[in-house]
């Protein structure tokens, strides 16, 4: 009974954990200005382009995109299975609900990337720069993510 109460406790607490951050992130947007809102959805949208063109050359190949595949070493269904993969991250961060959780796969993704590039000699600064500019698009659309990954909390 105990072990039961105790675990009812804990879950009901990280659900409302959860809830309130997702309460604090919708009252930060409500305080937004136009202007930033329209930075916010700007960059959001920007970033899922270049994702969903990346995984749009992954899902409907030609044999250039194949040939670079193969060459790192990637069969096609790999390929085409990257390529939804990043699709659904892509969706899970344009979506302000799920936007951290899109953030860290899309991150983790071209983290992938980069490793990749870098087995095979290639440079990795396109990868590198969507990288960067995928966390400052997380950061700013997330204050509670700067505030955890800086201060620690």
Partial sequence: MHLEVTTYLRVTTIYWVVNID????????NKM????KIIYWGLTGLLAFVF???ALGKIFTNSDSLKMASDFGINPQTYTFLGVLEIISAILFVFPRTGIL???LLAAYMGGAIATHLEHGQSIVA?????VFLWTVAVYRFPELKSRILNGN
């Fill in 52 to 54: 969903m063109g990346s």
């Fill in 127 to 131: 990868p590198a720069v969507i990288q």
């Fill in 22 to 29: 997702n309460l604090q992130h919708i009252l930060n947007y």
């Fill in 102 to 104: 899109g953030s860290l």
């Fill in 33 to 36: 200005n136009m202007s930033k």
